[in-house]
Nanobody
Framework: QLVESGGGLVQAGDSLRLSCVAS????????LGWFRQAPGKGREFVAA????????DYADSIKGRFTISRANAKNTVYLQIDSLNSEDTAVYYC????????????WGRGTQVTVSS
């Protein structure tokens, strides 16, 4: 089970940290990720992190403003978003899978981020 939190209405230029608590993930070798879906668009990969090694992967379109991290003791993965703009308005989903590049086996329900300009 993946449960996201931390979304909301923010102003352009603000920062936000999303959290995802993971339970029941089959293996410590799994990776966790974040996808997002903007209004009227398909789901887009944002970032992923290996649960065991901490290695990360980011979409080219968001590099520099987004940071994914994990707190293993809390079974939690975070997505820090800086310098938010209106194009970041989306539902953000936490995901999990057997490795970086394969993080779509499990999905959370999502958390809404709305950026007001």
């Amino acid at each position: 089970q993946l449960v996201e939190s931390g979304g909301g209405l923010v102003q352009a230029g603000d920062s936000l940290r999303l959290s995802c608590v993971a339970s029941g993930v089959p293996s410590n070798n799994y990776a966790l990720g974040w996808f997002r879906q903007a209004p009227g668009k398909g789901r887009e990969f944002v970032a992923a992190i290996s649960w065991s090694s901490g290695n990360t992967d980011y979409a080219d379109s968001i590099k520099g403003r987004f940071t994914i991290s994990r707190a293993n003791a809390k079974n939690t993965v975070y997505l820090q978003i800086d310098s938010l703009n209106s194009e970041d308005t989306a539902v953000y989903y936490c995901t999990a899978g057997p490795g970086l590049g394969y993080v779509t086996d499990y999905w959370g329900r999502g958390t809404q981020v709305t950026v007001s300009s």
